[in-house]
């Protein structure tokens, strides 16, 4: 079969599964519950600011989804990870481990708090952080010294975090990353921004690392408009946590004292109340995304040439994007600009970090992989569409 016609037999397959001939894209929004109401209720308080009985309500129910002791909401997924890598003691001159196949927010993070990324390979069947490349990194390049902590044999710098990130919804092995960081008495964080509803083997992704970090963007499975949020078990983690993003503002009748270093993170009421809706339909939100998870599967189990991505073996994922893999990046790019260019919105991964200006010199082991993925990998439309 020709390629054009794969092509438009793609596009003709994804508008009778989201009964459309308009534009479709890559991940909309769905208010269908009482979202409305809830934010409306906020504007009648005046409470639209980080205090009000919403934010208080989200991270009640994130950490009763979760399985997280705590939970506490942020203005965006970017500030969540600022927070809890300023949380596990990340400063200047540090090092910390993360993958090039991630959202840009993910290096921007470490940056603010003057630390440099380190990337090493993901693994091709989960999109994540590979254990086995980590291991082999650790062992050639770094060592635990006498002060109980991870030194980069090369640099000099202590490697004080690890990053793995459940890309496009699919969890990482992250057990065995923990193992490894363990061992080498580096922090592990989760960026799960994109993976809320995702778990393996019954635990959700977030809730291995000492922190877990969510966003709820506009794109991604359930949004509070812009914001996110940091899981963990951690009392004095959470303590922390819920005061740094409060400007570290002490309690007081008038005075404004403030005891350390602190950001303006907290989330706004008016978006935890949208938050709040949106959480009410969580469970039939991943039912859905898993439903046409299978659809897409069945399709195109017709063709030998387009690999479609499942989730990993042991993982219960949500979802959020689909994604096929073709043969090469030139047919990649020819089937972004058929599809684009008759109202179907796909989209490659993510560009790798290590290919960015700002992040081109940064320390890195062989990243075949990573390269290999972001060459023939293409994002399909996932919007919740039952």
Not at 4 to 16: D, G, H, I, M, T
Not at 191 to 219: C, K, P
């Amino acid at each position: 079969m020709s390629e054009p016609a794969l092509y438009s037999q793609f596009v003709s397959a994804v508008r009778e599964m989201f009964s459309t001939y308009d534009f479709i894209p890559l991940h909309a929004p769905r208010f269908d519950g009482r979202e409305k109401e809830f934010v409306l209720n906020t504007l009648e308080s005046t409470f639209v600011s980080s205090v009000g009985e919403y934010v208080d309500e989200l991270e009640t129910q994130l950490a009763n989804y979760t399985g997280a002791e705590y939970a506490v909401a942020t203005s965006s997924g970017t500030a969540a990870l600022h927070t809890a890598l300023h949380l596990v003691g990340v400063q200047p001159r540090d090092e910390v481990i993360t993958v090039p196949l991630t959202f840009v927010a993910t290096c921007n993070a470490i940056r603010y708090c003057g630390a440099e990324p380190i990337f090493v390979d993901v693994e091709h069947q989960t999109l994540g952080l590979c254990p086995e490349s980590l291991g082999n990194f650790l062992d050639t390049n770094a060592e635990v010294y006498d002060d109980g902590l991870c030194h980069n044999r090369s640099s000099g710098k202590i490697i004080r975090a690890c990053v793995p990130v459940h890309n496009l919804g699919h969890p990482a092995r992250v057990g065995e990353i923990e193992k490894i960081c363990d061992r080498y008495k580096i922090q592990l964080i989760e960026d799960s921004a994109e993976s809320l509803g995702s778990t393996v083997d019954g635990t959700h992704t977030g809730r291995i690392g000492r922190i877990g970090v969510l966003s709820f963007n506009g794109n991604k499975i359930i949004t509070t408009g812009g914001g996110g949020a940091l899981i963990t078990s951690d009392d004095v983690l959470a303590r922390r946590a819920k005061h740094c993003t409060t400007t570290s503002k002490q309690s007081h009748p008038w005075l404004f004292l403030h005891d350390e270093l602190g950001f303006n993170y907290r989330m706004p009421n008016i978006n935890a109340a949208l938050g709040c809706g949106q959480m009410e339909q969580l469970n039939d939100y991943v039912e859905a995304k898993r439903w046409l998870a299978s659809r897409y599967k069945e399709w195109f189990s017709d063709y030998t040439n387009v690999e479609y991505f499942s989730e990993p073996l042991g993982a219960r994922s949500n979802y959020w994007l689909n994604a096929i893999l073709l043969e090469s990046r030139d047919e990649r790019d020819r089937f972004l600009r058929y599809t684009n260019g008759v109202g179907v919105m796909t989209r490659p991964m993510w560009t790798p970090m290590h290919t960015l200006p700002m992040y081109q010199n940064c320390q890195r082991s062989k990243l075949d992989t990573a390269e290999a993925l972001e060459a023939r990998l293409v994002n399909i439309p996932s919007s919740v569409i039952r």
